[in-house]
């Protein structure tokens, strides 16, 4: 299973499925770090002429901003068009079918350019950070928001990688490896810190069956005994978001 390796054509494969879709029409588990992070970029929202969202899905993250009374103009862009085609608010975003990394939109031409939990399914994020710088203005903003390194419900889906179909071969990083990247690309950090926060286990999508668990216990007890844990303590949610600024022509 190669979802997540850097194969365009596997990513396609794994989001372009219309239940897929009608499940990410919610927050979520990624509801808390959203309104955290548009609380904290009102601001620059309430400024925008041109907002443009890489890696959109079916418009989730739109419909929240949109339903906090902020009015941009919004460019939706997916590679699934599954996730286009049952997006939640179609008559208020224009929407296309392109890779977030290479889509055909003009250079400089946004205000505020966002990807919310998108980069962890990629092994780099140098190159979507370019297709960033590309298209903002000179003076216009970019919002990164993703899943962290340490995030206990991911570091669990990573170790059942492979078990039924489950996959989580995505890529955790730190803070500082993208501030890394964004420095040498020319951007200025703006703001940014880790988001943090305990969600009950029951609460969480369930990986595997009470069932399974228990032929797992035979099978495999090294597993069985590290699933027991995650089950009797909160989950640690950890993302992280930055606010960048483009200030050179």
């Known amino acids: 299973m190669s979802y997540f390796s850097g194969s365009l054509d596997s990513l396609i494969t794994y989001w372009n499925r219309k239940y897929r879709a009608e499940k990410f029409k919610k927050l979520s588990t990624r509801q808390k770090a959203v309104e955290i992070v548009i609380k904290e970029i009102a601001p620059i929202l309430k400024n925008t002429f041109l907002w ?131 420095k040498k690309i020319g951007f200025e950090i703006i703001k940014g810190e880790y988001i943090s926060y305990q969600v009950p286990f029951d609460s969480m999508p369930q990986l595997i069956t009470s069932t399974e668990l228990a032929l797992m216990k035979f099978q495999n007890p090294d597993f069985y005994n590290s699933y027991l844990e995650y089950m009797t303590k909160q989950i640690h949610a950890r993302r992280f978001y930055y606010v960048i600024g483009r200030k050179n022509a």
């Not at 031409?109 to 994020?125: G, K, M, N, Q």
């Not at 003076?139 to 899943?147: A, C, E, Q």
């Open 52 to 182: 443009i969202d890489l890696g959109s899905g079916a418009g989730g993250i739109e419909k929240y901003v949109l339903s906090k009374d902020f009015n941009p103009n919004i460019i939706a862009v997916d590679f699934s068009f599954a996730m286009i085609e049952n997006f939640l608010t179609p008559e208020f975003v224009n929407r296309i079918v392109a890779d977030a990394r290479d889509n055909p939109l003009k250079n400089q031409i946004a205000d505020f350019v966002s990807s919310f939990f998108v980069w962890s399914d990629y092994p780099t994020v140098k190159t979507p950070l370019k297709e960033f710088y590309r298209l903002l203005k000179t003076g216009g903003y970019g919002l990164i928001v993703d899943y962290a390194s340490g995030d206990s419900y991911w570091e669990l889906r990573k170790m059942l990688h492979g078990y039924k179909d489950i996959v989580g071969n995505i890529n955790l990083r730190t803070p500082k490896e993208v501030i890394r990247v964004m």
